[in-house]
Nanobody, 117 residues
Framework: VQLVESGGGSVQPGGSLRLSCAAS????????MAWYRQAPGNQRELVAT???????TYADSVKDRFSISRDNAKNTVYLQMNSLKPEDTAVYYC????????????WGQGTQVTVSS
């Protein structure tokens, strides 16, 4: 299984970006999908999750600004980021719980998001 992320880049404060993460390979079904981020010198932190039934959770720091969604037919998870702040600058990683001969977690390679004026 391979997870490929896209959509990162540089944006000014107040701007928006949409991240995508698509899984490919031997996949029977996907369970919970999530986005994490890691800023330089910081630990990786959970940003948002979405279950297979569509239930979402968000870190307090991104609530009301970020939105996670998924397309099960495409094995893809999205993160819409609005009203971006400099403190949102980080490498963003997706993680998926995938079922095929068991339940395993997989990570994307990471995509850089930079918010700066």
């Amino acid at each position: 299984v391979q997870l490929v992320e896209s959509g990162g880049g540089s944006v000014q404060p107040g701007g928006s970006l949409r991240l995508s993460c698509a899984a490919s390979g031997s996949i029977l079904r996907t369970n919970t999908m999530a986005w994490y981020r890691q800023a330089p010198g910081n630990q990786r932190e959970l940003v948002a999750t979405i279950t297979s039934s569509g239930t979402t959770t968000y870190a307090d720091s991104v609530k009301d600004r970020f939105s996670i969604s998924r397309d099960n037919a495409k094995n893809t998870v999205y993160l819409q980021m609005n009203s971006l702040k400099p403190e949102d600058t980080a490498v963003y990683y997706c993680k998926m719980s995938i079922i095929f001969l068991g339940n395993h977690d997989y990570w994307g390679q990471g995509t850089q998001v930079t918010v700066s004026s």
